[in-house]
C-alpha cells in the first residue's frame, strides 16, 4: 500500500542499483555461516555489540528478525578501480551503509518498528563502547551485518532477481525488516 510506495520511492531517490519489498518467509538463513563470524576475519568477532557473540546466537537474531513480516532487501553495485583494494572496498561498503541509515532515518516515523541488518558491523560509534567496557550507546539503532544473521545473500539475491557477481564492481546488500507481526 501506501507505505509501501514510499518506502521503495525513498530507496530509489537516495540511488541505490535495487530495491524491492519481500516477505520474511522468503529468506534463506543457514546457521552454519556463523562458523566465518568466529574465524574472526574482519576483526570484529567480541569487539563490536552488532557482531557475534554479544550480538546474540543465530536463533535469537532469526528470532527477532521472523517478528516482522516484511523485509526491505537493499542493493548498491559500484564500479571499482580493485576489487582486491581494501581501503576502496571499505569506503564502497561505508556509503552503502551509510545510505541504508539515511534511508531509516527518512522513515523513521513511517515505520515505526523495524530491524535493519547492514553490509558489515555496526559503526555507529567508533570505536565501538564495547571494546571500552561500556554499555552500547544506541542499543535501538545498532545493526547487526547479514553475516551475524547467517542469511543466504546469494539465495535471497537470486530471489529478487539482483545480480550477485559482478565483473568489475561490488555490490552490497542491506535489509530492513519491517511491518511488525
Not at 99 to 119: C, D, H, V
Request: proline letters at 4%.
Amino acid at each position: 500500500g501506501m507505505q509501501e510506495e514510499k518506502i521503495l520511492e525513498a530507496a530509489e531517490n537516495l540511488g541505490f542499483t535495487n530495491y524491492k519489498i519481500i516477505d520474511t518467509q522468503a529468506i534463506e538463513y543457514d546457521g552454519s555461516f556463523r562458523r566465518f563470524c568466529e574465524m574472526n576475519y574482519c576483526g570484529n568477532y567480541e569487539k563490536n555489540y552488532s557482531c557475534p557473540p554479544a550480538c546474540g546466537t543465530f536463533e535469537e537474531l532469526k528470532e527477532k528478525a521472523d517478528k516482522f513480516k516484511k523485509a526491505l532487501v537493499l542493493q548498491t553495485i559500484t564500479m571499482v578501480h580493485d576489487i582486491n583494494d581494501d581501503s576502496e572496498t571499505r569506503l564502497i561498503k561505508k556509503h552503502h551503509n551509510q545510505l541504508t541509515r539515511a534511508l531509516i532515518s527518512e522513515l523513521e516515523e513511517e515505520i515505526q518498528e523495524y530491524l535493519p541488518a547492514m553490509a558489515g558491523p555496526c559503526q555507529l560509534c567508533t570505536p565501538c563502547a564495547i571494546r571500552e567496557g561500556k554499555e552500547c550507546v544506541f542499543p535501538n539503532k545498532k545493526a547487526s551485518c547479514l553475516s551475524a544473521f547467517c542469511i543466504q545473500v546469494n539465495k535471497l539475491a537470486e530471489y529478487c532477481g539482483f545480480p550477485y557477481y559482478c565483473d568489475g564492481k561490488v555490490a552490497f546488500f542491506s535489509l530492513l525488516f519491517f511491518d511488525r507481526k
